[in-house]
T-cell receptor, first 110, second 116 residues
C-alpha cells in the first residue's frame, strides 16, 4: 500500500462543475503539498499545508491532521484547469523525504 | 516563471556514461531538492540539500549523488547510467529546511535525459 493515496485517479467533468480531489496518507508528516502538472512537464506548487485550510482564487485546500486526509477543491472549473494534480507529503520520521501520490488526471470539457 | 533554472534541457547519453545536471535556485532559497519522473509516472524524490548538506534521501542508489554550492545552486550526478535512468529530472528550491515547516516548492522545467 502506498504511503500517499489519491482519489480519483482520473476525473472528467464539465466546465463549471465543482471538483474535489482527495489525498490520504499513512505516515507522520510535517507538511503537505498540492502540485499541478500540465502536459510537457512543468510543475507548479498550488498549496503547502500543515493545518486548516487555504484558498487561492478558485482553489481551496483543506487538511485534517487527525484523519490524515487532505482535499483539493476547484470551484467553477474551467478547461484550463485540466492537468494532473499531485499530492505530496513531507515525512518527519527520520530523515525527511517527500512522498508523492500517484496523481489525479483532471479533464474539464467545455 | 519560478526563477528556478535547469540545464541542460535535453540530453542523450549511452549506458555506462556519467551525467551532471544543474539547477539554479530562486534567489534567496537555501534548500534544493531533486526528483526523477519517468514517462507516464509521478515524480520520485531523490534527495534534498539544505545549506550545502544532504538533508534527506529517497530510495535511489549511491550512483545518484549531489552537491549544493555556497550560492545554493546544485548539481545532480548520475554515474554508470542505466536505460531505466531515462526520465525527466526536476529540481525545486524552497526557503528554509523542510523541518522548519517553511518551503513552498518552486520547480524548474526539468532536464530530460535519454539513455541509449
Amino acid at each position: 500500500k502506498n504511503e500517499v493515496e489519491q482519489s480519483p485517479q482520473n476525473l472528467t467533468a464539465q466546465e463549471g462543475e465543482f471538483i474535489t480531489i482527495n489525498c490520504s496518507y499513512s505516515v507522520g508528516i510535517s507538511a503537505l503539498h498540492w502540485l499541478q502538472q500540465h502536459p510537457g512537464g512543468g510543475i507548479v506548487s498550488l498549496f503547502m499545508l500543515s493545518s486548516g485550510k487555504k484558498k487561492h482564487g478558485r482553489l481551496i485546500a483543506t487538511i485534517n491532521i487527525q484523519e490524515k486526509h487532505s482535499s483539493l477543491h476547484i470551484t467553477a472549473s474551467h478547461p484550463r484547469d485540466s492537468a494532473v494534480y499531485i499530492c505530496a507529503v513531507i515525512t518527519h520520521q527520520g530523515a525527511q523525504k517527500l512522498v508523492f501520490g500517484q496523481g489525479t488526471r483532471l479533464t474539464i470539457n467545455p | 516563471e519560478t526563477g528556478v533554472t535547469q540545464s541542460p534541457t535535453h540530453l542523450i547519453k549511452t549506458r555506462g556514461q556519467q551525467v551532471t545536471l544543474r539547477c539554479s535556485s530562486q534567489s534567496g532559497h537555501n534548500t534544493v531538492s531533486w526528483y526523477q519522473q519517468a514517462l507516464g509516472q509521478g515524480p520520485q524524490f531523490i534527495f534534498q540539500y539544505y545549506r550545502e548538506e544532504e538533508n534527506g534521501r529517497g530510495n535511489f542508489p549511491p550512483r545518484f549523488s549531489g552537491l549544493q554550492f555556497p550560492n545554493y545552486s546544485s548539481e545532480l550526478n548520475v554515474n554508470a547510467l542505466e536505460l531505466d535512468d531515462s526520465a525527466l529530472y526536476l529540481c525545486a528550491s524552497s526557503l528554509g529546511g523542510w523541518r522548519s515547516g517553511a518551503g513552498e516548492l518552486f520547480f524548474g522545467e526539468g532536464s530530460r535525459l535519454t539513455v541509449l
